[in-house]
């Protein structure tokens, strides 16, 4: 009969070496708390239930995922893994299987935690240890001449001959509850940490006659966990080389695939290509022949088919279609929508604006609170200028118009279908279809003025 699956989440570390304010479980990973990772990977179990044991800077972390479908219990004090156990325990029904995960092992894979729970049964626990060329702290696993695990030793109370043993505890166990809850109540904290240890459960399991059985990670990567900047730093450079291997499988050409930064979802169609040094964050979709140029940042952004991102642009939260060429240099800000063929060129920003077919905007312009009809063009040096003090206002260009060099558009105002703006207008007033519209001072030349002169010192 298969029992319901619960997690349990030891989330209530310090993590004094991290040296920061900031709850060790919600340092960042690849754009995402530890914690989140951990939870996603939980979550694609389907679990009945998942509980978190937190601690250090709890309301931090409860807040920082909020949204989370969780169960949370406080450790007030932090004595050890078996202590933190404990606290979530009494949520937990009796006929359930528990799988025990931690907050700060942020790369564990799903199919490696469900080969464990799969490997549990009534009459059997089982452990996740891997062979390790250097154990370090890690606790050793013990097995008895016929193979047969007995107990773990935490490496600090480990005797010389001990330390020697390769095969390690990872930390991840899944067991049935009824027991565990048994053997939590009975642990006790005399050891060199002073703590209750959670690995102690495995030698009253072998002591009732429980089965020990034991299954490895596919990848070392999964059981590293975090404990200082150092050790983050190393983490997510392998988090970045994993998920641009699995973009090459796909097909994705990456100019230099230690060079690429995802921090969120990126999904990409056939034949895109990536440049250097492109960071991606939030979710982010790339259709057909998209080419990203190098320095790009683009955060939540939809790329349509063929276009063509050039350097050192900051595209956020915007819609791009297809066929377009974007920068160098250029910013999109939230609720910017590039229809086909648009060109953005260098220093033009957009903001909350939307622009039509074959419409440019090819230099050092701002477009803000703006609708752009098809086949505009906006001269280099155009603004509009949609915010008066205290509230935005909008700006309407129609279809072919033409706007000239440094031309300033003064929302709320309309500019009629087929229009043309003179250069170095400043139009705050409707400028009707198919007309030339503009205002310009009277040139003068003043006849024998001298430049002021510089006087000289003495």
């Not at 890690?138 to 600090?156: F, Q």
């Not at 603004?383 to 300033?408: E, L, P, Q, W």
Request: charged share 20%; aromatic share 4%; glycine share 10%.
């Amino acid at each position: 009969m298969t029992t319901a699956l619960e997690v349990i989440i030891l989330a209530a570390g310090q993590g004094k070496r991290m040296y920061s304010r900031l709850p060790k479980v919600l340092h960042t990973l690849a754009g995402r708390p530890l914690l989140a990772h951990v939870l996603s990977s939980a979550t694609e179990l389907d679990p009945s239930a998942i509980h978190v044991v937190y601690g250090h800077g709890g309301e931090q972390v409860r807040t920082a995922l909020a949204d989370a479908h969780v169960n949370w219990a406080l450790q007030a004090e932090q004595k050890g893994t078996g202590h933190a156990v404990m606290q979530a325990l009494p949520a937990i029904a009796d006929d359930a299987t528990v799988l025990i995960l931690y907050g700060d092992v942020p790369l564990i894979a799903p199919a490696t935690l469900q080969a464990l729970v799969s490997a549990s049964g009534p009459n059997t626990l089982a452990l996740l240890t891997a062979e390790l060329s250097d154990p370090g702290a890690y606790g050793r696993i013990l097995r008895d001449s016929g193979g047969r695990v007995t107990r773990i030793v935490e490496a600090k109370d480990a005797s010389d001959e001990e330390s020697r043993v390769r095969e390690v505890n990872t930390g991840f166990l899944a067991v049935p509850a009824a027991p565990l809850k048994r053997w939590v109540a009975a642990l006790r904290n005399h050891n060199a940490q002073g703590e209750y240890y959670l690995t102690d459960v495995i030698a009253m399991a072998v002591a009732e006659g429980m089965e020990i059985a034991t299954r490895a990670p596919r990848a070392l990567w999964e059981i590293l966990g975090v404990n200082s900047k150092i050790e983050l730093a190393s983490l997510e450079r392998t988090c970045q080389m994993n998920r641009a291997q699995e973009l090459l499988e796909q097909g994705v050409t990456l100019r230099d695939p230690a060079r690429i930064d995802v921090r969120g979802s990126l999904s990409c169609g056939r034949d895109v290509v990536i440049d250097v040094n492109v960071v991606f964050e939030g979710s982010v979709t790339l259709a057909d022949g998209v080419e990203i140029g190098p320095n790009n940042i683009l955060r939540d952004v939809s790329v349509g088919r063929g276009t063509r991102i050039e350097a050192n642009c900051v595209l956020e939260q915007s819609i791009i279609g297809a066929e377009c060429r974007i920068g160098p240099f250029a910013r999109l800000r939230p609720g910017a929508q590039l229809a086909d063929h648009v060109h953005i060129g260098n220093f033009v920003e957009v903001k909350k604006s939307e622009i039509g077919e074959g419409s440019k905007a090819n230099h050092l312009s701002y477009i803000g609170d703006t609708t752009i009809g098809k086949g505009v063009n906006v001269g280099a040096g155009t603004i509009t200028c949609n915010y008066d003090g205290a509230n935005k206002h909008r700006t309407v260009i129609g279809d072919n118009a033409f706007i000239g060099s440094n031309t300033a558009l003064v929302a709320p105002v309309t500019v009629g279908d087929g229009a043309t703006i003179g250069a170095g207008s400043v139009i705050a007033r409707e400028a009707p279809p198919g007309e030339l519209t503009l205002t310009r001072a009277e040139q003068k030349t003043v006849r024998g003025w001298k430049r002021p002169v510089k006087k000289k010192k003495d």
